[in-house]
């Protein structure tokens, strides 16, 4: 059984940065590859990057440049570096083992 928590949402001003954070337990982490998703109110949810075991990224056009995926296998933790922020980035966003399950989610709220 595989869990994954979410942290480090919260209210940031547009320009601003928030770092998110997905712990993951019951699995061999180092195993594993995780995405990052986000989920808005009245939109559908939508890929944000990819972080394989490899250490390969992917990311979603709209997010290349300011979003960094990366990993620490030590601490079974996969981040979500998040930098010039936009209103239209907020959303609840989700961490998730491809073919595998999400975790629950963290609000991210962007201010002009």
């Known amino acids: 059984q595989v869990q994954l928590v979410e942290s480090g949402g919260g209210s940031v001003q547009a320009g601003g940065s928030l770092r998110l954070s997905c712990a993951a337990s019951?699995?061999?982490?180092?195993?594993?590859?995780f995405g990052w998703y986000r989920q808005a109110p009245g939109k559908q949810r939508e890929w944000v990057a990819n972080?394989?075991?490899?250490?390969?990224?992917d990311y979603a056009i709209s997010m290349t440049g300011r979003f960094t995926i990366s990993r620490d296998n030590a601490k079974n933790t996969v981040y979500l570096q998040m930098n010039d922020l936009k209103p239209e980035d907020t959303a609840v966003y989700y961490c998730?083992?491809?073919?595998?399950?999400w975790g629950q989610g963290t609000q991210v709220t962007v201010s002009s």
């Open positions: 998730k083992i491809l073919r595998g399950p």
């Open positions: 019951g699995s061999t982490f180092s195993l594993n590859d």
């Open positions: 972080i394989y075991s490899t250490g390969r990224t």
